[in-house]
């Protein structure tokens, strides 16, 4: 049973913090901890504006958010990693080569679709990315829902 997930991207200001708050709304009833760290993370900036201008045009209401750099000690306690990117499992290994088995990517069934990072791009890329993410999350909660 998954007890911590684990949403990593870059900075931890648009996509990983948007993907571990769309995962914990729908797995809130299940006693799963969805938490977000960053490989380069900006470490204590919020949420990047247009990221939570999304998320609040699609009627979500995200808690307050403190980028935090992903560390050794995070990857122990997560029983599932995601990512967004290849290159970012890549990275998780290198710091954690255990952690293998236990980090995918979070458009893993959307055929292994990687999720581009709309930083520093318009609107519309965050619309784009946004899409992205709500499907992984989706497909993701689906399967670490218990079976009733």
Known sequence: MFKNVLVICAGN????????????????????????AGLTAVVGHP????????????????QEHQAR??????????????????????????????????????GKWQRDREIPDPYRQGTAAFEHAYTLIEEGADAWSRRLQPQR
Not at 17 to 23: E, F, R, S, V, Y
Not at 48 to 56: F, G, K, V
Not at 74 to 94: G, K
């Open 47 to 62: 949420l990047e504006r247009h990221a939570l201008a999304t998320l609040l045009r699609h009627g979500q209401q995200p």
């Open 69 to 106: 750099q992903l560390t050794l000690q995070i990857l122990q306690a997560s029983d599932l990693v995601l990512v967004m990117e290849r290159r970012q499992l890549q990275d998780v290994l290198q710091l954690s080569p255990v952690s293998r088995g236990k980090t995918f990517l979070l």
């Open 13 to 36: 200001i648009c996509r990983s913090p948007t993907g571990a708050h769309l995962l914990q709304r729908t797995l809130a009833s299940t006693g799963i901890r969805v938490s977000s």
